[in-house]
């Protein structure tokens, strides 16, 4: 019996592939009008159904609409790929107008930045000025950020706030890159005016 099984697996596979003949159609078609279905294995039992099918004529109810329907469903698909080309032709060119536009911008910051700009500073010692200036602005601003910090910390003590679910949060880390082995920040007074 196994060997008629492969036999047989091997005639529906040459079939599937529409290589058989008509003799190997019939054979196939006998073998499983003779044989009950309880001793065909579960992958054949389709095939079972359809040669068993084929050997009775080939007759089948069609349901009633399924013209229609079928129809319905081709123009649905001719519609969707009419679609499917509006989109991809509206991606290219959304595509081409990209490049135009990133390659207009990056035209007009190159020739913008090839001139030369009022506030560029050429002086070396008015460069130090300016830049020690803008460090004393940023470590005012700085230093009224931390007694904004701890003017909050104690009306947060007065009101009772329960701190101690921040107690990872006071924990200190240096990420600065300027730190000493002790983890101050040098500071050298020749920079900053002092």
């Excluded at 091997?10 to 290589?19: I, N």
């Excluded at 319905?72 to 080309?85: K, S």
């Excluded at 701190?163 to 990420?175: I, P």
């Amino acid at each position: 019996m196994k060997k008629d099984l492969y036999y047989i697996k091997q005639l529906l596979s040459l079939y599937h592939s529409g290589m058989t003949t008509r003799a190997q159609e019939h054979e196939l078609m006998e073998f499983f009008a003779v044989t009950p279905e309880s001793a065909i294995p579960d992958d054949m039992k389709a095939d079972r159904r359809m040669m068993v099918l084929l050997a009775a004529g080939g007759a089948c109810d069609v349901p009633s609409g399924l013209d229609a329907q079928l129809s319905a469903h081709i123009d649905m698909l001719e519609r969707r790929e009419h679609r499917g080309r509006r989109g991809r032709r509206l991606m290219a060119i959304a595509s081409v107008a990209a490049s135009v536009a990133i390659l207009l911008t990056a035209t007009v910051f190159v020739v913008k930045d090839s001139s030369p700009s009022v506030y560029e500073l050429t002086d070396p010692q008015e460069a130090q000025a300016e830049t020690q200036r803008a460090l004393l602005l940023v470590s005012e601003c700085l230093n009224k950020a931390d007694r904004k910090a701890e003017e909050t910390d104690r009306l947060l003590e007065r009101l009772g706030f329960d701190m101690s679910m921040f107690e990872d949060d006071f924990v200190e880390y240096d990420d600065s890159l300027m730190t000493d082995s002790d983890g101050i920040v040098p500071v050298f007074s020749d920079t900053i005016g002092v």
